[in-house]
């Protein structure tokens, strides 16, 4: 059983940055594929960004496209979310998630979620 923690979030004036952890327990994630999704108060839950289990490749929401990078450090058994350029749009509560693909999926079929965390990006 893979258990994910987030970690990063906070608070942000527009235009800045911030950097989301996602570490992992009970799993080697070099076996999954990655994403992040968020939920803003009131919405369903939607993709942001996800990577490929080799990390070879990234694929990102047009919202967040040119703005936020995905990574990860199979070694560390970790991934990032590099956001820059926030926006008060931006606000949400992070989650990632794991799936035992090569290449991943852009809807919400993932195995393992972390529980969040929040980003709140003030204008």
């Known amino acids: 059983q893979v258990q994910l923690v987030e970690s990063g979030g906070g608070l942000v004036q527009a235009g800045g940055s911030l950097r989301l952890s996602c570490g992992a327990s009970?799993?080697?994630?070099?076996?999954?594929?990655m994403g992040w999704f968020r939920q803003a108060p009131g919405k369903e839950r939607e993709f942001v960004a996800a990577?490929?289990?080799?990390?070879?490749?990234?694929y990102y929401a047009d919202s967040v496209k040119g703005r936020f990078t995905i990574s990860r450090d199979n070694a560390k058994n970790m991934v990032y979310l590099q956001m820059n350029r926030l926006k008060p749009e931006d606000t949400a509560v992070y989650y990632c998630g794991a799936q035992p693909r090569v290449i991943p999926t852009m809807n919400l079929k993932y195995d393992y979620w972390g529980q969040g965390t929040q980003v709140t990006v003030s204008s």
């Open positions: 009970g799993g080697t994630l070099s076996s999954y594929s």
């Open positions: 990577i490929s289990r080799n990390g070879g490749s990234t």
